[in-house]
């Protein structure tokens, strides 16, 4: 594609918004042992932080999104007091801005973090205290960072509605929208469709993860009978579209491509994919790196977005995430300037504060760096 050539190091320089990023799946592996140590939590398969780290990702490396969510035990384990949830919650903001990430919108499942008895209320609340706190250092320290929160129901759970309520319950004091995740075969989206009625009666927004482990049906139901804001991965979009005969995803235009009513619509309506490089070839709903649809969808004007997922599960950063599809794809500065603003642009947060973000930081922040 187009801009200047990049080199790896500078990649941090960049800014960058994140919308898909789970708050259990981003953890520093040394926060997992002390916290695991001091909660006298003893399930961790590993004792020391570099062998821990590389026990998520390869235990999450298993080509099944069943089983990579299986790692997330561990993690949601050390997470159920105020204050595992204040530390965790200020770390990834510390961590995300040590990345350039500009603005965050960080996911996790309150119903998931009840089993010390803290309500679903107090955790919300602990988590936005420790976003606070991790904005707070990070404009001390000179690099400013907006955090934001989405709710997420378990799709195998039945408690979608509550979750939903207490997102609205949040809504002015930094949770700005709703999502469904867990395993996604045998869970369709309209399971709860009741939650997202209530969003929508509510002038509320909302994600949901669709075509990652289960294709095209999934993302119809999000879209049709939902009404989905965005869908977390959707990458099996690409089911919908037929290639011209003998197209190379590396560098072909892909001007003869045939969409399907699903993936028209999904480009038509510009509904944001989360697109999730790493994470979706960990799960297996791509082969490999080389063959993950991020650049067909791109050049087919996708309102495409990259982003983590689970960094920890993943080893990864953005700047990484970027760095991985630079070399798969050959992007430069421009792409990633424009993938930033797609995302920028998808946010659930209020417009105003979306442009001043667009105008103000992140074309300004590209401007220097392609000079
Ligand atoms: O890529 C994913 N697909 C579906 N579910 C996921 C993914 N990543 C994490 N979670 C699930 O979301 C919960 C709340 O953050 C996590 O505990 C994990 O079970
Ligand atoms: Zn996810």
């Known amino acids: 594609?187009?801009?200047?050539?990049?080199e790896s190091s500078t990649l941090v320089l960049a800014p960058k918004v994140v919308l898909h990023d789970h708050l259990d799946g981003g953890l520093r592996p040394a926060t997992v042992l002390d916290l695991a140590r001091r909660q006298g939590y003893q399930d961790l398969p590993a004792d020391d932080a570099d062998s821990l780290a590389r026990w998520f990702r390869e235990a999450a490396d298993s080509g099944s999104l069943e089983r990579y969510l299986e790692t997330f035990a561990h993690t949601v384990a050390v997470m159920q007091t105020v204050p595992a949830l204040e530390r965790v919650a200020r770390e990834c903001v510390e961590d995300l801005a040590a990345d350039g990430v500009v603005y965050a919108e960080i996911r996790y499942a309150p119903e998931q973090h009840l089993e010390a008895g803290l309500?679903?209320?107090?955790v919300v609340e602990a988590v936005l205290r420790g976003f606070a706190d991790g904005e707070a250092d990070a404009a001390r320290a000179g690099r400013p960072i907006v955090v934001r929160c989405l709710v997420?129901?378990?799709r195998h759970a039945a408690r979608s509605l509550e979750?939903?309520?207490?997102a609205v319950r949040y809504r002015d004091r930094g949770v700005v929208g709703f999502d469904i995740a867990g395993a996604?075969?045998?869970?369709?989206?309209?399971?709860h469709l009741g939650a997202f009625e209530f969003m929508r009666a509510n002038n509320s927004r909302f994600t949901i993860h669709a075509g990652e482990a289960f294709g095209l049906p999934s993302i119809h139901e999000a879209i049709a009978f939902c009404g989905t804001d965005r869908l977390g991965h959707g990458v099996r979009v690409i089911d919908d579209i037929t290639l011209p005969e003998g197209a190379d995803p590396a560098d072909e235009s892909f001007e003869g491509a045939v969409?399907?009513?699903v993936a028209g619509i999904v480009r038509d309506k510009r509904i944001p994919l989360e697109l999730c490089p790493s994470?979706?070839?960990?799960?297996?709903a791509v082969a490999s790196m080389a063959e993950h649809p991020f650049n067909v969808l791109a050049r087919l004007r996708f309102r495409v977005t990259v982003n983590t997922d689970n960094r920890l599960m993943s080893d990864t950063t953005m700047s990484r995430e970027f760095d991985r599809l630079a070399a798969q794809f050959g992007y430069g500065w421009s792409d990633f300037e424009r993938f930033t603003v797609n995302a920028m642009k998808s946010a659930f947060l209020h417009f105003d504060q979306r442009l001043?973000?667009?105008d103000d930081v992140i074309k300004p922040g590209y401007a220097t760096l392609i000079g």
Do not use: C, F, H, K
């Not at 979750?163 to 207490?166: G, K, S």
């Not at 996604?184 to 399971?191: K, L």
């Open 1 to 6: 594609m187009t801009g200047t050539p990049l």
């Open 119 to 122: 309500t679903l209320d107090e």
């Open 152 to 154: 997420t129901a378990m």
């Open 163 to 166: 979750i939903a309520e207490l």
């Open 184 to 191: 996604e075969a045998g869970y369709p989206p309209t399971r």
């Open 259 to 261: 969409l399907g009513d």
């Open 279 to 284: 994470s979706n070839v960990q799960t297996g």
């Open 356 to 358: 001043a973000l667009i």
